[in-house]
């Protein structure tokens, strides 16, 4: 800023000034120092400007997870992570990151709602803690749906993934089973109401393991499923990494995907698209909906009745073909 004000003949305040679009500088003026921005590449740091502020704005990221070592494995959070950022991208604000085992919660989060400033966004908190910290904290927006009172955001899970039970039994699938979610996620819960329901509308008595949106999750609960059910001929895994656990227990058995077991996965994520055969997945857009819910927090639009809610097509791949 001082070099700006120096070639356009000005001081660094009156600089400062026209960068930030403050008032009280004539146009002449202004016309000299953008020229002078242009003359010389000048781009604000972000960084700098909140050190010379005193203060950073910040945007709180909570993911609460049964193994906090595995988070960096996960896809989806780290599509959440790139919606958030996109949100922030041209903003002072920047985002931190509070990644907390499951023991640990009730703590970590009541320390975590004293620092919270901008906004908090949630992700796997029970809806008892999610209620508890929005009334700590305020402006806070749960990836998934919370306590009644808590603003959020989802995708149509039960929808999504009613959807694809039926697309297995259109294909000619005859015994449809499922790797589920954790029982006390709301998405997990959704994503098997889902399943039960296009099972039992089907004709069929929903049969499904209890897992966790985890690989090691899918590889246990398929197993299982292959002693209990060896007539099973298809798979609905709770999200796209426990499709992945799926497909290696698959293999482990000697079961070839499609031809003896097709599978249907859940988010979408890249891993859909390098699996082997390509996998069907339930479309869940990660990214809009952190991004969207970013941005309600920088708005500071968010209050008890905020909730959105995003469809969740089914992106057909080889993985359950005919």
């Not at 494995?73 to 780290?78: G, R, T, V």
């Not at 709301?186 to 994503?191: D, F, L, N, Q, V």
């Not at 293999?251 to 070839?256: D, L």
Request: proline content about 5%; glycine content about 10%.
């Amino acid at each position: 800023m001082e070099d700006v004000g120096r070639v356009a003949g000005v001081s660094r305040a009156t600089a400062s000034r026209v960068v930030t679009g403050g008032s009280r500088v004539s146009e002449r003026t202004r016309n000299r120092v953008w020229h002078a921005v242009e003359q010389l590449g000048y781009h604000p740091d972000l960084a700098a400007r909140a050190l010379a502020k005193g203060r950073t704005d910040v945007i709180d990221l909570i993911i609460i997870d049964e193994d906090a070592t595995q988070v960096g494995s996960n896809p989806y959070y780290s599509r959440v992570v790139s919606g958030i950022l996109s949100a922030l991208a041209g903003t002072e604000t920047q985002m931190r990151t509070h990644v907390i085992d499951e023991p640990d919660a009730p703590t970590r989060l009541d320390d975590v709602a004293r620092i919270v400033e901008v906004g908090a966004l949630l992700i796997n908190v029970p809806p008892t803690l999610g209620a508890r910290f929005a009334a700590r904290c305020g402006r806070v927006v749960s990836l998934g749906r919370s306590a009644v009172g808590v603003p959020s955001v989802e995708a149509e899970n039960a929808l999504g993934a009613r959807s694809a039970v039926e697309h297995l039994y259109r294909t000619g699938r005859r015994k449809v089973v499922a790797v589920h979610g954790k029982p006390n996620n709301s998405c997990a819960i959704g994503r098997r109401r889902g399943f039960q329901s296009a099972s039992v509308d089907a004709g069929h008595e929903p049969i499904g393991a209890e897992g966790g949106f985890c690989l090691e999750a899918g590889v246990a609960g398929t197993h299982q499923l292959l002693a209990e059910h060896p007539d099973l001929d298809a798979i609905f895994a709770a999200c796209d990494l426990t499709a992945m656990g799926v497909l290696r227990a698959l293999s482990e058995s000697g079961r070839r995907v499609p031809d003896d077991v097709a599978l249907v996965g859940f988010d979408d994520s890249f891993l859909a698209s390098v699996a082997t055969p390509a996998m069907t997945s339930v479309r869940q857009p990660v990214e809009h909906m952190a991004a969207m819910a970013t941005r309600a927090l920088l708005a500071n639009e968010t209050g008890p009745s905020w909730q959105r809610i995003e469809p969740a097509p089914l992106q057909i791949r080889r993985s359950s073909a005919a």
